[in-house]
């Protein structure tokens, strides 16, 4: 057979590719843009569906393990999660401290505050748009000028005020500052009276302090006046009075629930309740 006759090289089949080759490079032109809309349409709703980050802040005689329960239950859950530590110095210089932590994230947060931990988030959060919700769990949300200390006392049922021990220790600038613990011996009653006496002897023994100067500290303009908030009351709470809790939250006209038989630790004692909160606050971003 002659190498003319081929197929593969007739000259018959010459002008059929002309003709396709402009088909072909047009479906390709076709698929190359419903991949690139639909790569930026993935990309758009992975954006809107992004779930913001929940920042746990602990308060005083806690530390950031005292949200262990409630941050693998958030992570469970697909919500990214920063529970930093507390300095328990002044309310200034702790909330300055959380400003930094809060100025490090991309993307919406929701500040989740527990005892003296919600004057800090509440002190915090102005000036950061990113901060869509504040979450006060058996917490201190105080209003300009007031303390943790005032509102300790402004209902009865406290048993922090003869649970307390001091010790001093020396400022970095010179001069003491004084730190307060709670009594080892005292520690179930007053903090955690529904966590079996084996865990509270533990959390007794590492607890944090707080300086006396942080608890008196007076608060600056609260954050709850501007940013939505939820408040979780603890209603066997012995060291903030679950009345001084109902107080703050109808003050700051926040979403609320109560834990009936929680005590001042409820996000260790009640996870679920607490995560479902803040899930609840969470929500109000997307």
Known sequence: MSAHASPQTSPLSRPRTRILLPVILAILALLATALSSSAAASTAASRHTAKPTVVLVHGAFADASSWNKVVARLQGAGYPVIAPANPLRDLAGDSAYLSSVLTSIDGPVILVGHSYGGAVISNTATGHPNVKALVFIAAFAPEEAESALDLTGKFPGSQLPTSLITRQYTLPGGGAGTDAYIDPAKFRAAFAADLPARDTALMAATQRPAALAALASPSGPPAWKTIPSWYLVAGADRAIPPAA??????????????????SHVVMISRPDTTTALITAAARTTS
């Open 245 to 262: 809790q109902r107080f703050m939250a109808n003050r700051a006209g926040a979403h609320t629930s109560e834990a009936r038989e929680a």
